[in-house]
T-cell receptor, first 114, second 111 residues
Framework: DTGVSQNPRHKITKRGQNVTFRCDPISEHNRLYWYRQTLGQGPEFLTYFQNEAQLEKSRLLSDRFSAERPKGSFSTLEIQRTEQGDSAMYLC????????????FGPGTRLTVL | SQELEQSPQSLIVQEGKNLTINCTSSKTLYGLYWYKQKYGEGLIFLMMLQKGGEEKSHEKITAKLDEKKQQSSLHITASQPSHAGIYLCGADLEYGNKLVFGAGTILRVKS
């Protein structure tokens, strides 16, 4: 296992369509995080899982966003009825459940909503 | 994030020169992380600091966390074109939870 992987790397969609992104964390990492990054800004926290449990969701995560991690391994992030403001880089990170909380990031999925 | 302020926002240095990037928090930092990002790509972990006064080095990059654990600096010695990119500081403000990031510092190194 060489690191966190994300698919697709790029997604272009029309406003109103639904999109789904996938994240495969580093094996044995029980924590998985989703962040969103817009141009010129640092990543902003969206949600995180410990194993299959979603433990926290940001206020940034509107009702159109849903994330799952059904078996405690890979995770999906779905955006329904996409809006132009959803255009961003969606980053996934994983870590072990230890005090140092070192998070390893994937390459991201760049979403463009036309 | 307004909780983490990075300075400067951007920096252009001549190859071979030293530079420093600062990251200041309004809250106590349980952990401070430095990442590097190339445009359009994911974040590459550089270093993590947890203890007040801690200093770590990797190759030509040194990061420090002040005694009060509210400010960190990243220092690059004898910069090279390969150092160019966006440097992000991230902080664990709630112990073991999500990271809050600064807006990043864009570094360009002129040959």
């Amino acid at each position: 296992d060489t690191g966190v992987s994300q698919n697709p790397r790029h997604k272009i969609t029309k406003r109103g369509q639904n999109v789904t992104f996938r994240c495969d964390p580093i094996s044995e990492h029980n924590r998985l995080y989703w962040y969103r990054q817009t141009l010129g800004q640092g990543p902003e926290f969206l949600t995180y899982f410990q194993n299959e449990a979603q433990l926290e969701k940001s206020r940034l995560l509107s009702d159109r966003f849903s994330a799952e991690r059904p078996k405690g391994s890979f995770s999906t992030l779905e955006i329904q009825r996409t809006e132009q403001g959803d255009s961003a880089m969606y980053l996934c990170a994983s870590s072990l459940e230890e005090a140092d909380n070192e998070q390893f990031f994937g390459p991201g999925t760049r979403l463009t909503v036309l | 994030s307004q909780e983490l302020e990075q300075s400067p926002q951007s920096l252009i240095v001549q190859e071979g020169k030293n530079l420093t990037i600062n990251c200041t928090s309004s809250k106590t930092l349980y952990g401070l992380y430095w990442y590097k990002q190339k445009y359009g790509e994911g974040l590459i972990f550089l270093m993590m600091l947890q203890k007040g006064g801690e200093e770590k080095s990797h190759e030509k990059i040194t990061a420090k966390l002040d005694e009060k654990k509210q400010q960190s600096s990243l220092h690059i010695t004898a910069s090279q074109p390969s150092h160019a990119g966006i440097y992000l500081c991230g902080a664990d403000l709630e112990y073991g939870n999500k990271l809050v990031f600064g807006a990043g510092t864009i570094l360009r190194v002129k040959s």
